[in-house]
């Protein structure tokens, strides 16, 4: 596979199989995009004791969530479990991360845009908390109580550096979507091409129906609401025409062979829909890695090497060995300059990593602590920006009273600011 495979083959993403069952946030970004959100949702599953059960669940973003979110996460998800020894930790730049993707290419996408709705949107995903009262664990075949976060992440101190950004999985989280029975894989060209409606729609489909070839009835308000996350003070005939969009464009797309919403009685809507030529077509895909799609690929680039350098290391040390000495010397570059090197960056890295795996070499202290700054910083970020947004707030609100007090009692005025400045 040559250095522009991610753009010639089909592109993998990866879905959590109880996750894709219902929204995360509400679709309207007005509603979904503000701090402190908490979204209640549901969704249906059987059991061979009980019958048709109801799983709920609460998902808390203090800073909010978009529906275009999700494709960072299945996508991140992606790009994690589909390398050769996945690991809970994902090292990769912003550049390759949105090439491999589908966001960027490249000859005419490599624009600031992307990059920061990519950050604004991992900011966004770090924080947010899900809980289920009956989440499926496909490792202990039950449905149990859960509260995990999806990852947390540190970033160089300056994006514009080419170092690396490390996602890091939160560790239920992980071992729940990196069970064989815990995800689905799926076509992101599709997904790329459909709308934030059906986006969730397809993910949803593409799991019941990569296992039974018709869904009978599904009913109405739930797709609507639960899984697709519209408003549930739509009224039905709204309600029926969103969902019947939806169900038009996978059909489009010969996800769907037959689709439609139908009525049993006065006010009874239900979704029925059955396999299309997609599913055929997928399971000719097949998804084989070489070191071109290594998250280290694009790193090792950017330290000096040619593509026939990179492929070779990738392909002879471990992936948690070069990632580290790679972002080393990528540091080592930034925060001294090249007069750190006694010959060159890429012979600093060979001779590195070479000796730290036969445990002759060890990290400086100067690039953990470095790390450890890195670590603390985006927290930092997020409660800083936080504050400020507030203090926004709060100064539009107080502006109008300090220009009457100005106006009215300019000795009162006076006091208050003298009481905040010893403060």
């Not at 397809?202 to 899984?227: G, M, N, Q, W, Y």
């Not at 997020?382 to 504050?387: D, K, N, R």
Request: hydrophobic residues 40%; glycine residues 4%; proline residues 5%.
């Amino acid at each position: 596979m040559g250095r522009n495979s991610a753009a010639t083959r089909r592109a993998t993403g990866i879905g959590q199989l109880s996750l894709v069952e219902h929204a995360l946030c509400p679709l309207d970004s007005r509603s979904s995009l503000v701090e402190n959100l908490v979204f209640d949702t549901k969704y249906f599953y059987s059991s061979e004791s009980d019958g048709r059960l109801i799983s709920r669940a609460r998902v808390f973003c203090p800073l909010g969530l978009s529906a275009a979110d999700e494709l960072y996460l299945w996508g991140l998800l992606a790009l994690t479990l589909l390398q050769p020894d996945p690991q809970p930790e994902l090292f990769a730049t912003p550049h390759w991360c949105l090439r491999q993707l589908g966001v960027i290419n490249q000859i005419n996408k490599r624009g600031g845009r992307q990059y920061q709705q990519f950050a604004e949107a991992i900011r966004r995903l770090s924080t947010v908390t899900y809980m289920s009262d009956a989440f499926y664990d496909p490792i202990r075949s039950e449905h149990r109580r859960v509260s995990f976060r999806f990852f947390s992440y540190s970033l160089p101190g300056e994006l514009e550096s080419g170092r690396a950004w490390r996602i890091a999985w939160d560790p239920i989280f992980f071992e729940l979507v990196k069970a064989t029975a815990g995800h689905i894989r799926f076509d992101l060209a599709v997904y790329r091409e459909l709308d934030a409606a059906s986006r969730r729609l397809f993910l949803f489909v593409s799991k019941v129906l990569s296992r039974r070839t018709r869904i009978k009835a599904l009913p109405l308000e739930h797709v609507a609401t639960d899984l697709l996350g519209f408003s549930s003070t739509l009224a039905t005939r709204e309600m029926k025409a969103k969902v019947s969009r939806c169900l038009a464009k996978l059909t489009e797309l010969h996800v769907l062979r037959d689709a439609e919403v139908f009525r049993t009685s006065p006010g009874k809507y239900f979704v029925r829909f059955s396999r299309g030529p997609y599913f055929a077509e997928k399971a000719k895909r097949e998804y084989r890695p070489s070191p071109e799609d290594s998250p280290l690929f694009d790193t090792l680039l950017e330290v000096g090497f040619d593509d026939a350098s990179a492929a070779r290391l990738i392909r002879k040390y471990p992936a948690r060995l070069l990632s580290e000495w790679a972002d080393i010397t990528q540091a080592a570059s930034e925060r001294f300059g090249v007069e750190f090197f006694n010959k060159t960056p890429m012979a600093f890295l060979v001779d590195s990593v070479a000796k730290a795996s036969t445990g002759n070499r060890t990290a400086p202290d100067w690039w953990h602590e470095l790390r450890k700054r890195e670590h603390q910083s985006p927290a930092v970020t997020a409660q800083t920006q936080s504050l400020i947004e507030q203090l926004k707030r709060e100064m539009q609100i107080c502006e109008p009273i300090a220009k009457q007090l100005q106006r009215e009692c300019p000795e009162g005025l006076q006091s208050i600011r003298q009481v905040f400045a010893k403060a």
